[in-house]
């Protein structure tokens, strides 16, 4: 199982692309999949279009109230989230795709497939492609420009 650990806070539209790009893997290539969308207390927006998901994704809230615009500030945030949400965590590989990126077609399986065959990595991570892209094109088509 790999788990998909998104983490995310008020961008209902990039969310979408993110998991979008997730649940186009192909499963066959990657057997079982859990996503987590560890949520810093969204607004309501964001949590209708993550609830518009399912059960394809758990969404992990770090405990207490929502954080002071401070405490956002002090830059801190994103890891208490994403420890909070790895307790949850399932899968033997897990993988981190920050609501503002897309994972490319075949992503998950070529690194899985490449943690199985060198058992001794501890760390793979895949070429970056930065772009200005059209929104909900599924492969980011660069836009003109």
């Given amino acids: 199982m790999i788990t998909v650990v998104v983490s995310s ?3 209902p539209r ?3 692309d993110a998991l979008d790009s997730i649940f186009a893997q192909h499963e066959h290539d990657i057997g079982l999949l859990q996503v987590l969308v560890a949520d810093d207390h969204s607004d309501a927006e964001t949590l209708r279009v993550l609830a518009s998901y ?4 758990q969404v992990i809230q770090p405990p207490g109230d929502r954080p002071t615009m401070m405490e956002r500030q002090q830059g801190q945030r994103c890891a208490v989230v994403i420890n909070a949400a790895m307790l949850h965590v399932c ?3 897990v993988a ?3 609501d503002d990126d897309v994972l490319l077609p075949g992503s ?3 690194r ?3 943690l199985q065959e060198h058992p001794d990595a501890m760390v793979v991570y895949g070429r970056l492609e930065a772009c200005k892209c059209a929104r909900n094109h599924p492969l980011g088509i660069p836009m003109e420009g």
Avoid: E, H, S
């Avoid at 399912?54 to 994704?57: A, Q, T």
């Fill in 112 to 114: 899985a497939r490449f």
């Fill in 54 to 57: 399912g059960d394809r994704i």
């Fill in 108 to 110: 998950l399986a070529c």
């Fill in 9 to 11: 806070y008020n961008r």
């Fill in 91 to 93: 899968g033997k590989f």
């Fill in 96 to 98: 981190f795709l920050p």
């Fill in 14 to 16: 990039l969310i979408c």
